[in-house]
């Protein structure tokens, strides 16, 4: 789109469009009481490989299920001060 000054500006949709998506809220652990490491990864805005360099490390706290490798949802949820009421009844 043209202004009258002649500048170009980003019509709606284009801005709509460069903005990020933020990824779903998190699910209840009562539904889905765990999630692969790049899911959890996701909602910490990392990519694969660096989610799985912070699991490694600890950083997000992961359980061992044959040779897979899975979230707890409740645990990332106490992680990122979402359920405190979890935090309290853990300690």
Do not use: F, H, W
């Amino acid at each position: 789109m043209t202004t009258t000054d002649g500048t170009t500006s980003l019509t709606d949709n284009q801005e709509l469009s460069s903005v990020a998506e933020a990824p779903p809220a998190l699910p209840d652990p009562q539904v889905q009481p765990t999630m692969t490491v790049p899911q959890a990864g996701r909602y910490l805005g990392l990519q694969k490989a660096a989610s799985y360099n912070a699991a490694r490390r600890g950083e997000i706290p992961t359980i061992s299920v044959g040779r897979r490798l899975l979230v707890p949802t409740a645990k990332l949820r106490a992680l990122l001060g979402i359920d405190t009421a979890t935090t309290d009844a853990a300690a």
